[in-house]
């Protein structure tokens, strides 16, 4: 029903940075919350950051002040703009969407995830 693609990731230095997008695909009616959670070896998956469908945002304590999340709802796109990157910032990086998608004639929300996309920090 709906399709999560991500980029963006790769390897870079501490004190780096780094842009992850996700964009969605698919029978979408209207978006909902977004976000990017991530997950390190041999750890929980974690919240990162989430932007609701009006535009307010959170972020876990460990990335404030040095990633901005943000969306383009006429895109269906959310992005991460990471700095300052550290070691302790290696993860797998995955975006959440949920979504109000068409079933039938009808609509139903619906949570998605993407397939993730690898960061690697190096020091």
């Known amino acids: 029903q709906v399709q999560l693609v991500e980029s963006g990731g790769g390897l870079v230095q501490a004190g780096g940075s780094l842009r992850l997008s996700c964009a969605a695909s698919?029978?979408?009616?209207?978006?909902?919350?977004m976000g990017w959670y991530r997950q390190a070896p041999g750890k929980q998956r974690e919240l990162v950051a989430r932007?609701?469908?009006?535009?307010?945002?959170n972020y876990a304590d460990s990335v404030k002040g040095r990633f901005t999340i943000s969306r383009d709802n006429a895109k269906n796109t959310m992005y991460l703009e990471m700095n300052s990157l550290k070691p302790e910032d290696t993860a797998v990086y995955y975006c959440?969407?949920?979504?109000?998608?068409?079933?039938?004639?009808?609509?139903?929300?619906?949570?998605?995830w993407g397939q993730g996309t690898q960061v690697t920090v190096s020091s």
């Open positions: 959440n969407v949920n979504a109000n998608v068409w079933v039938g004639v009808g609509v139903r929300p619906n949570d998605y």
């Open positions: 932007i609701a469908s009006g535009g307010s945002t």
């Open positions: 698919g029978r979408i009616f209207s978006i909902n919350d």
